[in-house]
């Protein structure tokens, strides 16, 4: 006993050294990017008719009251405009555009080590979403959101390494002005993180406006062209199988100011989108193939993502349910489909149904965030802070579902099996001859970083630190990081005067 004291404790301060030590983006055991795709909900078959069915329905349904701008680009590319007023699309046209489409499509930050190449399985995490509450953990209570609490997001965002975009993920109930509430939007997200922000616009003319806002933060419309950090967030349908006609217009003007396009259809199963999850994924795929070709007749080759995100609904009550396990499946089903494609998508996930963080809120979003990853979805939308069947949102939750997601993406990354993982050597000197155990060895010391990954905000102490440490609570834990984030101005904030160039243009409603 007196000699194996002494070699656990050297090993505990080993591994402390180790641990304190900055480790570097190779050496992590997760980042942004890694390869899903294992988990296939699918079968070939199932896929095929999926499929298949999708073209069915494009060609014997198609979507109605596309704008005349938007009629005029697809007969252009070979849709047909029906007596109905319908706009059908033949197989051959769909499937010539997929065999055109982009399959590797780059959204760039305003800080290049923050670009996410979107190709085969990559996986990368993110915001989203237009939540009117924000959750008050502390008096357990929602009030409406503001530009502020906007800002604050895309700060905390900003410093968490697991986020890897920001798109919108709450509307700003302080501005009434529709063009004023589109463009403080904008200006919150970018001036809260350097990586990539994704945001809506309600109308063609707001898009416009947004576009000049881009080019002064940018440095110029060139250089915005070059590197376009901000994508546009699309509902360019409004299920059942019609497109959103001023959505439409918004879409055309962004591909024509060169911002990339998530291509997004939220049906809700049961209600907008049949009821079965198989059907769910038809009618969304069909939508987004729709609106490939759309994309592709107003600029071929524009980058644009696959957005299939349907929801489920409780059917016995009609309520959404963001958090259930038929979400999780609906999203993970379509992200085979994107795999099946070879396009670059994304869906929903990371939903809870739970109004506040607690253990709801926890196993809902890892059953989903997880089946989202391990099913190589490029785009994770809505992984983190979502509460409440997405009306509510809550900073505490987005910090610690920091961590959540690095449990998830430790899960995409797998198992990795060759000879210095399968550790024979390893064994075999410490059985022989060795000390018994494996604390502190070379081999433990130099894979601690590189193979496990470690909670920032939840804590692993026994009950006895526990006890010792005034038995911490992990969202008031969660509020200190927020505050202690949050007492810090944004590193993103923009150079002044870019920022008073902008200020003169616009109505700002944040503080300089």
Same mark, same amino acid.
């Given at each position: 006993?007196?000699?194996?004291?002494?070699?656990?404790?050297?090993?505990?301060?080993?591994r402390?050294?180790?641990?304190?030590?900055?480790v570097?983006?190779?050496?992590?055991?997760?980042?942004?990017?890694?390869?899903?795709?294992?988990?296939?909900?699918?079968?070939?078959?199932?896929?095929?008719?999926?499929?298949?069915?999708?073209?069915?329905?494009?060609?014997?349904i198609?979507?109605?009251?596309?704008?005349?701008?938007?009629?005029?680009?697809?007969?252009?590319?070979?849709a047909?405009?029906?007596e109905?007023g319908r706009?059908?699309?033949?197989?051959?046209?769909?499937?010539?555009?997929?065999?055109?489409?982009?399959?590797s499509?780059t959204?760039?930050?305003?800080?290049?080590?923050?670009?996410?190449?979107?190709?085969?399985?990559?996986?990368?995490?993110?915001?989203?979403?237009?939540?009117?509450?924000?959750v008050?953990v502390?008096?357990? @209570?929602?009030?409406?959101?503001?530009?502020?609490d906007?800002?604050?997001?895309?700060?905390?965002?900003?410093?968490?390494?697991?986020?890897h975009?920001?798109?919108?993920p709450?509307?700003?109930?302080?501005?009434a002005? @529709?063009?004023?509430?589109?463009?403080?939007?904008l200006?919150?997200?970018?001036?809260?993180?350097?990586?990539?922000?994704?945001?809506?616009?309600?109308?063609?003319?707001f898009a416009?406006?947004?576009?000049?806002?881009?080019h002064?933060?940018?440095?110029?419309?060139a250089?915005?062209?070059e590197?376009?950090?901000?994508? @546009?967030?699309?509902?360019?349908?409004?299920?059942?199988?019609?497109?959103?006609?001023?959505?439409c217009e918004?879409?055309?003007?962004?591909?024509?100011?060169?911002?990339?396009?998530?291509?997004?259809?939220?049906?809700?199963?049961?209600?907008?989108?049949?009821?079965?999850?198989?059907g769910?994924?038809?009618?969304?795929?069909?939508?987004?193939?729709?609106?490939?070709?759309?994309?592709?007749?107003?600029?071929?080759?524009?980058?644009?993502?696959?957005?299939t995100?349907?929801?489920?609904?409780?059917?016995?009550?009609?309520?959404?349910?963001?958090?259930?396990?038929?979400?999780?499946?609906?999203t993970?089903?379509?992200?085979?489909?994107?795999?099946?494609?070879?396009?670059?998508g994304?869906?929903a996930?990371g939903?809870?149904d739970?109004?506040?963080?607690?253990?709801?809120?926890g196993?809902e979003?890892?059953?989903?965030?997880?089946?989202?990853?391990?099913?190589?979805?490029?785009?994770v939308?809505?992984?983190a802070?979502?509460h409440?069947?997405?009306?509510?949102?809550?900073?505490?939750?987005?910090?610690?579902?920091?961590?959540?997601?690095?449990?998830?993406q430790?899960?995409?990354?797998?198992?990795?099996?060759?000879?210095?993982?399968?550790?024979?050597?390893?064994?075999?000197?410490?059985?022989m001859?060795?000390?018994?155990?494996?604390l502190?060895?070379?081999?433990?010391?130099?894979?601690?970083?590189?193979?496990y990954?470690?909670?920032?905000?939840?804590?692993?102490m026994?009950?006895?630190?526990?006890?010792?440490?005034?038995?911490?609570?992990? @969202?008031?834990?969660?509020?200190?990081?927020?505050?202690?984030?949050?007492?810090q101005?944004?590193?993103?904030?923009?150079?002044?005067?870019v920022?008073?160039?902008i200020?003169?243009?616009?109505?700002?409603?944040?503080?300089?």
């Amino acid at each position: 006993m007196n000699q194996i004291a002494p070699r656990r404790s050297g090993g505990r301060a080993a591994r402390r050294a180790v641990r304190s030590a900055p480790v570097s983006d190779a050496m992590r055991a997760i980042r942004p990017g890694m390869e899903g795709g294992r988990y296939t909900p699918l079968t070939p078959a199932e896929v095929e008719r999926i499929h298949q069915t999708a073209l069915d329905a494009l060609e014997q349904i198609g979507l109605a009251d596309a704008p005349p701008s938007g009629v005029a680009y697809l007969t252009a590319a070979g849709a047909i405009e029906g007596e109905d007023g319908r706009i059908r699309f033949p197989r051959a046209l769909i499937e010539d555009t997929i065999a055109r489409a982009n399959r590797s499509v780059t959204l760039m930050g305003r800080d290049p080590r923050h670009d996410m190449q979107l190709s085969g399985t990559r996986v990368h995490y993110g915001t989203a979403g237009a939540a009117v509450n924000l959750v008050d953990v502390d008096g357990r @209570n929602y009030r409406d959101c503001t530009v502020q609490d906007l800002h604050d997001a895309a700060r905390i965002c900003d410093v968490l390494d697991n986020i890897h975009f920001v798109q919108r993920p709450m509307v700003c109930r302080d501005i009434a002005d @529709n063009m004023e509430m589109d463009l403080n939007t904008l200006y919150a997200c970018c001036a809260g993180t350097t990586k990539h922000v994704g945001v809506s616009f309600t109308e063609r003319a707001f898009a416009r406006k947004g576009m000049e806002m881009l080019h002064l933060i940018a440095g110029g419309e060139a250089a915005w062209r070059e590197r376009p950090f901000v994508s @546009n967030s699309n509902c360019f349908v409004v299920p059942p199988m019609k497109f959103a006609t001023e959505s439409c217009e918004v879409m055309e003007e962004c591909i024509l100011g060169g911002m990339p396009i998530l291509l997004l259809s939220a049906g809700m199963a049961g209600a907008t989108a049949p009821s079965t999850i198989a059907g769910a994924i038809v009618q969304a795929t069909a939508e987004c193939l729709a609106g490939l070709v759309y994309v592709n007749a107003v600029k071929p080759g524009h980058p644009a993502i696959f957005g299939t995100w349907p929801f489920g609904l409780d059917l016995r009550t009609g309520a959404m349910t963001g958090g259930s396990g038929e979400q999780a499946l609906l999203t993970a089903g379509c992200a085979q489909m994107h795999r099946f494609y070879d396009l670059p998508g994304g869906a929903a996930a990371g939903i809870t149904d739970a109004k506040l963080p607690d253990m709801q809120a926890g196993w809902e979003q890892m059953c989903s965030n997880v089946m989202a990853g391990l099913s190589g979805l490029n785009m994770v939308y809505e992984a983190a802070g979502m509460h409440a069947s997405l009306l509510g949102f809550c900073l505490e939750s987005l910090i610690l579902g920091d961590d959540l997601i690095g449990h998830a993406q430790r899960c995409v990354r797998g198992i990795e099996v060759d000879d210095e993982t399968l550790a024979l050597e390893q064994i075999r000197q410490v059985c022989m001859g060795g000390p018994g155990h494996y604390l502190g060895t070379a081999q433990t010391l130099a894979r601690m970083e590189s193979d496990y990954q470690y909670p920032k905000t939840a804590n692993r102490m026994s009950p006895k630190q526990w006890v010792e440490m005034d038995k911490p609570d992990l @969202n008031a834990a969660a509020t200190a990081r927020k505050e202690a984030i949050l007492s810090q101005r944004s590193a993103a904030r923009f150079a002044p005067d870019v920022d008073a160039a902008i200020r003169a243009a616009f109505r700002i409603h944040l503080p300089v």
